[in-house]
């Protein structure tokens, strides 16, 4: 307990150099402007910014980095709540409820209570991080292609609780998500799959141009389709604070999402995707009026938005203690890394404990100064709501394509998600949901890349899945969480909560 | 007619005459804007760090920013093909690799691009050696009692590698086939997970990079058996070198190296062949490349004919490899 306390020390003494200070704020405010421009990622932003870093010191470099990072996912759920695009993998949950919410008027309690729950959730992950983060990378190991694998099922068996609708076009949609992930090139052959023969599909189609084009772009057809639903959103805009009957409701919900998805970041291979996920299916599963989520529940914002929160900090584990960064914007931070001079691995703590441990104070000071940034900021992103929509769109579709294009500097990226923006207006007009999709394509790629792997391993065992016990429990559970599903459809149907 | 005919043939002569007199003035004043360098890798990755830090040193020199431009996809062909189309007036540079530039004809039959004629080599950046990796209880002490383990455990062994095409998957290919073993090689989607694995003891061996390893080595989480070079490297120092364990033959690098599009000016060539050259001198950038464990060009190494002899000896050289490693596609274009 001693030499935890005296390396938190160390680290705030570290992370409170006046230039720290300062490289902090810059990172969490760039942060925060990136995840509010749909389309633009943290991965592009820090790719740019790295060369910048060169003149800091290196324990400074990587401060502002991970500020950008984590500022981002704050400032993608803004731009998930106020125009219903999800910036970020982790923010596709987000429009579901907190979208709703900002047509009920209540799009400043959405963003505060978002700020709010990533506050804490940053805090409690922040001090698992100095204190278990040596431990706690035996998860990372412990999760082989088989565990990994069967995690994804359990994913999957999400995506069908997400739904609103008949579980039949869940399923469909969900389906349709999963080939979308085969199109690009064979794992382990090489050999080009479902690409048409275009150069541009090879290595598969990326997920923000399916996701700008499902929501992004179908979102503003959809509008201009439909000019009074948009209307709606303008003409109330109601507090801007959550009161204390929202905080009472968001309060358990926080504290379930922080545990979810901090557990969830620590996996390698973007273990945090899954948290949102888990976290608003676990809400909306224990809640005794499930029929409220995605229709504007503050359950289904508070607790997913701390899941995210918590899965972005507690993903630098694996990087900080192990080495080994557990998605891409991890990876870029070992470039970052590298080019300062620090090889990540084991030795970071040992070798540098000023850098180890002021990084992860600088994080919660960094979480604390997304708080002081963002809640003054949601009057000013409420107000952009009454910005008449012939501005607006015209705006956000620019902003969209010019994400797109930074991901890959890739023209036809842009026109895939122009198709896909089709795509997903014509799957509103037929009545389904374009979110199951896009966790279907999240998964699918790394659900048949441990599928793969597991069975190679095991020489085309499929008993491997249910021999390791963490994939035979994670296999029950899903079948579990569909049975949950399924029941009150067989009983009821479920048709009747199915309505715009 | 035929005047019409004429006065065209004299407009375009003009013409030409004119863009050839511009382009040699061009050429002069060399950069006037900012170069674009494309990476063919992520950012972040060895190619990347690289390509940021050499690109740094040779901005101050040229005193035009050179901007990284990330084009990734099909092992690194995706961005050289784009750059091999780029318009060859030296604004448009790209950083060439082992696997763009020697294993990708190999590896993609319908490759867009000839790696020994449609560009102008600038010269060679630094390599990053390779290491024959296991995980750390793997039942040999050294690397003759690997190599006769694998032997006899063919396919029952497992090799991991980071996608085919991917600097792991060529290197171990090029390790299998020298000593006459099948293993059961498992894809991944990057060294990342395949460390992971590894540490994990989820999988057997693995040839990679240095600075994917070091760490990971010194902390011995995995074992190395031998690094690929001719002289033992400092960051890792009791890693006897492939001549030393037995398999001398075994000489591989990673090795990154700027490339022009095809008709670049000589002078512009020349101009960012000394900006290189500068920034491999520079101290500082030098010390940088060596912490991660790369190897430098000295010498004849430096210059842009030997780039251009490498690149076809290179190519020469993997193409049977990956032949006999069951790798290559079946051409189906």
Redesign the interface.
């Known amino acids: 307990m001693d030499s935890f306390i005296g390396n938190l020390e160390l680290g705030f003494s570290t992370a409170l150099s006046l230039q720290n200070i300062a490289l902090c704020f810059a990172g969490c405010l760039i942060g925060t402007l990136v995840g509010i421009l749909p389309g633009v990622g943290p991965?592009a932003t820090?790719?740019i910014l790295?060369?910048l870093t060169?003149q800091v010191d290196p324990i400074g470099a990587l401060i502002m980095l991970a500020g950008i990072y984590y500022g981002a996912q704050y400032g993608g759920s803004t731009t998930a709540i106020l125009v219903n695009i999800p910036g970020e993998a982790t923010s596709v949950v987000t429009t579901l409820d907190g979208h709703q919410m900002a047509r009920n008027g209540r799009a400043g309690i959405a963003l505060g209570i978002a700020a709010i729950g990533s506050f804490f959730a940053g805090t409690v992950a922040t001090l698992v991080i100095a204190a278990l983060g040596v431990p706690l990378t035996r998860l990372?190991?412990?999760f082989?292609?088989a565990e990994y694998f069967s995690l994804m099922v359990l994913g999957l068996a999400f995506a069908v609780v997400l739904a609103r609708g008949s579980i039949l076009r869940a399923g469909a949609v969900i389906f349709i998500g999963l080939l979308l992930a085969t199109v690009g090139?064979d794992?382990?052959?090489?050999?080009e799959r479902l690409t048409l023969g275009m150069?541009d599909l090879?290595?598969g189609i990326d997920f923000a141009v399916l996701a700008m084009g499902l929501f992004g772009f179908a979102e503003i057809l959809r509008n201009l389709d439909n000019p009074e639903t948009r209307d709606v959103v303008q003409a109330k805009i109601g507090k801007l604070l959550p009161s204390k009957a929202d905080f009472k409701q968001a309060a358990l919900p926080v504290v379930r999402g922080t545990l979810l998805g901090g557990a969830l970041g620590i996996l390698?291979?973007n273990g945090a995707v899954l948290g949102p996920f888990a976290s608003y299916t676990l809400e909306k599963k224990i809640s005794r009026t499930p029929r409220r989520f995605g229709n504007g529940a503050i359950e289904g914002v508070a607790g997913l938005e701390s899941a995210n929160n918590a899965g972005a900090q507690t993903a630098f584990i694996?990087l900080l203690t192990?080495?080994?960064?557990?998605n891409?914007v991890m990876?870029?931070?070992?470039?970052?890394m590298?080019?300062h001079?620090i090889?990540?691995?084991?030795?970071?703590m040992t070798k540098t404990p000023g850098l180890f441990w002021g990084m992860i104070a600088s994080m919660w000071l960094g979480n604390l100064m997304l708080l002081i940034i963002n809640l003054p900021l949601i009057g000013l992103w409420v107000r952009l709501l009454k910005v008449p929509y012939r501005l607006m769109f015209p705006a956000i579709l620019l902003f969209c394509c010019i994400g797109i294009y930074s991901i890959?500097?890739?023209p036809s990226d842009v026109l895939l998600t122009a198709f896909f923006g089709f795509a997903g207006y014509a799957f509103y007009r037929f009545g389904f949901e374009p979110a199951p999709l896009l966790l279907g394509f999240v998964l699918g790629k790394l659900m048949e890349?441990k599928l793969?792997?597991a069975l190679?391993?095991s020489?085309g065992d499929f008993g491997t899945f249910v021999t390791s016990p963490v994939s035979a429990g994670l296999l029950l559970l899903a079948v579990l969480v569909i049975v949950v599903a399924i029941i009150p459809t067989v009983r009821k149907g479920r048709e009747e909560a199915f309505q715009e | 007619m035929k005047q019409a005919l004429a006065v065209v043939a004299v407009a375009t002569a003009t013409l030409t005459a004119a863009t050839a007199a511009t382009s040699t003035a061009r050429a002069q004043n060399y950069p006037t804007r900012p170069i674009t360098m494309i990476v063919p890798f992520a950012a972040g990755g060895p190619t990347d760090v690289t390509a940021r830090i050499v690109g740094e040193n040779m901005s101050k020199t040229l005193a035009q920013q050179i901007v990284i431009e990330n084009v990734t996809g099909a092992g690194g062909t995706t961005g050289i093909t784009r750059g091999a189309q780029a318009a060859p007036n030296g604004y448009t540079i790209m950083m060439g690799h082992m696997g763009t530039h020697g294993a990708a004809p190999a590896l993609y039959p319908k490759l867009r691009y000839d790696p020994t004629k449609d560009f102008e080599p600038v010269g060679m950046a630094a390599g990053t050696p390779i290491l024959i990796v296991a995980r750390k209880d793997y039942p040999a002490k050294d690397l003759k009692e690997f190599i006769a383990v694998l032997k006899t455990q063919q396919d029952k062994a497992n090799e991991a590698h980071a996608g085919v095409g991917s600097v792991s998957f060529t290197t171990c290919t090029m390790f299998n086939v020298m000593i006459g073993v099948k293993p059961t090689r498992v894809p991944y989607t990057g060294t990342g997970p395949v460390i992971n694995d590894m540490i994990a003891g989820k999988v057997d061996y693995a040839c990679d990079q240095i600075v994917n390893l070091v760490p990971q080595i010194q902390a011995g989480n995995i074992r190395a058996y031998a690094i690929a070079t001719p002289e033992r490297s400092p960051a890792l120092p009791e890693v006897p070198t492939t001549k030393e364990a037995g398999l001398p033959d075994y000489q591989v690098s990673a090795w990154n190296a700027v490339f022009a599009p095809k008709n670049t000016p000589k002078p512009v060539v020349e101009k960012l062949n000394a900006a290189l050259v500068k920034a491999l001198d520079d101290p500082g950038t030098r010390k940088r490349l060596l912490d991660l464990g790369g190897v430098l060009p000295e010498g004849e190494a430096r210059t842009s004919a030997w780039l251009g002899e490498y690149v076809a000896q290179e190519v020469a050289r993997w193409t049977p490899i990956l032949k006999a490693g069951g790798a290559v596609q079946a051409d189906s274009g």
């Open positions: 991965i820090i790719a790295l060369p060169f990372a190991l412990v082989g292609p090139t794992l382990q052959t090489g050999d150069v090879m290595d390698p291979g694996p192990l080495g080994i960064p557990p891409a990876a870029l931070m070992v470039g970052a590298t080019i001079g090889i990540p691995g084991p030795q970071v890959n500097n890739d890349e793969r792997q190679i391993l020489r």
